[in-house]
């Protein structure tokens, strides 16, 4: 699976934003498909993954949705109530395989190219 993604800027505390990633390739339905981030100084971290249902950092949970359209070959991260700490690259992933409730960092088999999210205060 190759994906692109796309979205994210810049946004105050509080409001939203919307990441987007397109995916080519046949199998797209049979993977996992996650979002990532990494903020700077820190190590890529898990943010949330849909199968057949989401799973959410805990981070995250309540105000991210992770959503995906096998028919489009697209997966999406709606993001609310956005916080300074949200501010990060945002990485989309494929993964064949879910350990416990999220997708770890070595079972990724295809990363996005990242995109930019920055929350100001």
């Known amino acids: 699976v190759q994906l692109q993604a796309s979205g994210g800027g810049l946004a105050q505390t509080g409001n939203s934003l919307r990441l987007s990633c397109a995916a080519s390739?046949?199998?797209?339905?049979?993977?996992?498909m996650a979002w990532f981030r990494q903020a700077p100084g820190k190590e890529r971290e898990f943010v949330a993954a849909i199968g057949r249902s989401p799973l959410y950092s805990d981070s995250v949970k309540g105000r991210f949705i992770i959503a995906r359209d096998n028919a489009k070959n697209t997966v999406t991260l709606q993001m609310f109530s956005l916080k300074p700490e949200d501010t990060g690259i945002y990485y989309c992933?494929?993964?064949?395989?879910?350990?416990?409730?999220?997708?770890?960092?070595?079972?990724?088999?295809?990363w996005g190219q990242g995109t930019l999210v920055t929350v100001s205060s």
């Open positions: 992933a494929s993964s064949p395989i879910i350990r416990g409730r999220e997708v770890l960092r070595d079972d990724v088999d295809s």
């Open positions: 390739g046949r199998t797209f339905a049979t993977y996992f």
